[in-house]
């Protein structure tokens, strides 16, 4: 009878590890945060666009000189639903925004945010008016096509993956368009009020001042007294005669009014 040997011993098996679901290597994740300038800006959020300062120093150290940092763009209730791509062939395109909820665009040379500032210092998401959501590059940077919110994000991309990302931006909510049915066709502005109310009574003193002098001089024609009156002329100073001319030069001048005489009535 053969004896039983010893019992097998049962090794562990593995525990299968969860797998990215673009199989993107994870990135480093930086500090720091993308943000609306905060400056005084003409512009800086308008309804399909918005302003946001370049990303300098931040990736150095974490990127070469020729790899590409992009911006992420998400509507903010699918931000934490985006993957890193693997590399640029899995960019999500501009085109598919409204389905996939994100998109990436405005690639740049790592080079062109590195210490110290060598351009402008700001971006602007939207303003390529020359793409839509039927035509154009896949990476174009088209207008937005609704207020929002978004957050967005800027992302290192080298060739064999994503190297550096920085953090979600907070929400950003562009402009809203209002209807052409609510817009005041006058709107107001200071002191207005105050022109019209002087407007109006100046319209209102003319008028009775002109009723008063019609009926100031109606009054004039019917009263005899008074027209009388209005119609004698006086003098308040001597004024010498005119001297005669001579015989036969032109014809004699005409013989002066009375004291008492009356002028032709305008009544």
Same mark, same amino acid.
């Given at each position: 009878?053969?004896?039983?040997?010893? %019992?097998?011993?049962?090794?562990?098996?593995?525990?299968?590890?969860?797998? +990215?679901?673009?199989?993107?290597?994870? @990135?480093?994740?930086?500090?720091?945060?993308?943000?609306?300038?905060?400056?005084?800006?003409?512009?800086?959020?308008?309804?399909?666009?918005?302003?946001?300062?370049?990303?300098?120093?931040?990736?150095?150290?974490?990127?070469?000189?020729?790899?590409?940092?992009?911006?992420?763009? #998400?509507?903010?209730?699918? $931000?934490?639903?985006?993957?890193?791509?693997?590399? @640029? @062939?899995?960019?999500?395109?501009?085109? *598919?925004?409204?389905?996939?909820?994100?998109?990436? /665009?405005?690639?740049?040379?790592?080079?062109?945010?590195?210490?110290?500032?060598?351009?402008?210092?700001?971006?602007?998401?939207?303003?390529?008016?020359?793409?839509?959501?039927?035509?154009?590059?896949?990476?174009?940077?088209? +207008?937005?096509? $609704? +207020? !929002? %919110?978004?957050?967005?994000?800027?992302?290192?991309?080298?060739? *064999? !993956?994503?190297?550096?990302?920085?953090?979600?931006?907070?929400?950003?909510?562009?402009?809203?368009? *209002?209807? +052409?049915?609510? &817009?005041?066709? $006058?709107? /107001?502005? *200071?002191?207005? #009020?105050? &022109?019209?109310?002087?407007?109006?009574? @100046?319209?209102?003193?003319?008028?009775?001042?002109?009723?008063?002098?019609?009926?100031?001089?109606?009054? &004039?024609?019917?009263?005899?007294?008074?027209?009388?009156?209005?119609?004698? $002329?006086?003098? /308040?100073?001597?004024? %010498?005669?005119?001297?005669?001319?001579?015989?036969?030069?032109?014809?004699?001048?005409?013989?002066?009014?009375?004291?008492?005489?009356?002028?032709?009535?305008?009544?």
């Amino acid at each position: 009878m053969q004896r039983p040997g010893p %019992p097998l011993l049962r090794l562990p098996q593995p525990v299968p590890t969860a797998r +990215p679901l673009t199989g993107a290597a994870p @990135a480093a994740l930086l500090p720091y945060v993308p943000r609306v300038p905060r400056q005084a800006l003409a512009g800086k959020v308008t309804a399909t666009t918005f302003a946001l300062d370049k990303p300098f120093c931040v990736f150095d150290g974490y990127a070469d000189a020729t790899d590409g940092v992009w911006l992420a763009v #998400a509507f903010a209730n699918a $931000s934490a639903a985006f993957r890193n791509p693997a590399s @640029a @062939a899995d960019i999500p395109p501009y085109q *598919r925004l409204r389905a996939a909820l994100s998109y990436m /665009t405005l690639e740049t040379p790592a080079a062109a945010y590195a210490c110290p500032e060598q351009s402008a210092a700001i971006l602007r998401v939207g303003s390529d008016t020359t793409c839509s959501a039927e035509r154009g590059p896949a990476s174009c940077n088209g +207008p937005l096509p $609704s +207020p !929002g %919110p978004y957050r967005v994000k800027f992302l290192a991309l080298g060739s *064999r !993956g994503p190297k550096a990302e920085t953090r979600w931006s907070e929400p950003i909510i562009l402009r809203q368009a *209002r209807s +052409p049915g609510t &817009l005041d066709p $006058s709107p /107001t502005r *200071r002191g207005s #009020a105050a &022109l019209i109310i002087a407007s109006i009574l @100046a319209c209102l003193g003319a008028a009775l001042a002109l009723g008063l002098l019609s009926a100031v001089r109606a009054q &004039l024609c019917r009263d005899p007294a008074i027209s009388f009156f209005a119609r004698s $002329s006086y003098q /308040t100073h001597h004024i %010498p005669p005119a001297p005669s001319r001579p015989p036969g030069e032109g014809h004699s001048p005409p013989a002066p009014a009375s004291p008492g005489a009356a002028a032709p009535s305008s009544c």
